[in-house]
């Protein structure tokens, strides 16, 4: 089984739901179990900045899925929830990256893991170091705590205690 670590966010109608939608159909998934789910945290949009503010939350999961199944696994649930195609960098309702998958080192037109943006992406780390802090990048070598405690991202990201209870009551439902 290798580690994966996802990263969901949703900034359009219900988010919570739309995490939890998420995590739901992840642990429902074929030879995909789901670890651990960090706490949720509220953040300002990257690149357009005229939307709404983001809900954002790290999965880890352990699969024995090969990463392009995987990968299009994904897709395919981001499509089940209700996503809408927009510009990039756009609204989502839900979005589903991979940001590790093991020790992989992939970087082809549709897959690029690690993913290329989260040493950069403090709203990628801080859900991360919270679940997996001595987890490694495998380009940089780095620890997931000590790459949050470098990064230069000065976007707010706000932990929600409010959203993860939610987002806990919502999953047990």
Known sequence: MENVFLGIGSNVGDRIFFLAEAVRKLRAAPATRVVKVSS???????????????????????TSIGVAAFHSGIKLIEKEIGRLERSRWGPREIDIDILLFGEL???????VIPHAEMVNRKFVLRPLAEI??????????????DLLAECRDTNAVELSAQMTASLITTLKE
């Open 40 to 62: 949720v945290y509220e953040t300002e949009p990257v690149g357009v900045k005229n939307q709404g503010d983001f809900l954002n939350a790290v999965v880890w999961a352990q």
């Open 105 to 111: 080192i992939i970087n082809e037109a549709a897959i």
């Open 132 to 145: 997996a802090p001595a987890t490694v990048h495998p380009v940089v070598h780095t620890t997931m705590k």
